[in-house]
């Protein structure tokens, strides 16, 4: 009998990102700084899910995510899903959460914009319209699309 399943290697500690989009992956690597990292990082792309069709999954060992990297994975991958391993076992699982207003994650798009002339922290209200995620600068009130975000 043919094997149909590839098995991957489970994660004694650390931090599992489910359900991203599949073209989001390499976005939520890069705004992670995943790339950089010397632990154990297991990712997937284009696969197949019952609930999207295709997605994608990270699997970081010795990686637990702060509220701001959080932040960033749900403005970039909404439906991701946070599985927290310790010791092989699930201790914690669940979805992001698209934060109302993020302070010091992202950069304004908008070269004019006092965030990118004076060092001042930027600050931005997230808004939700017909299912697209985009950012308003509290200071200069350009709004920047999710394509288009750039974080720190």
């Known amino acids: 009998m043919k094997r149909k399943e590839l098995i991957v ?8 990102i489910d359900h991203i989009p599949a073209d989001k992956v390499f976005q939520v690597i890069r705004i992670l700084d995943l790339e950089l990292s010397q632990d154990e990082i297991y990712f997937g792309t284009n696969l197949v899910s019952q609930k ?6 990270i699997k970081i060992s010795q990686k637990y995510f702060k509220p701001q990297e959080s932040d960033k994975i749900a403005l970039v991958a909404p439906t991701a899903t946070l599985i927290e391993i310790k010791d092989f076992e699930v201790v914690r699982k669940n979805n992001v959460n698209i934060p109302d207003k993020i302070e ?5 798009f908008n070269p004019n914009c006092i965030t990118n002339k004076e060092n001042v922290p930027t600050k931005f209200t997230v808004l939700q319209t017909d299912g697209q995620i985009k950012l308003s600068c509290h200071y200069c009130e350009k709004t920047t699309s999710q394509n288009n975000m750039v974080f720190f």
């Open 9 to 16: 290697t489970a994660i004694n500690s650390g931090t599992v």
């Open 52 to 57: 999207y069709g295709r997605k994608g999954i």
């Open 104 to 108: 010091r994650i992202a950069k304004c």
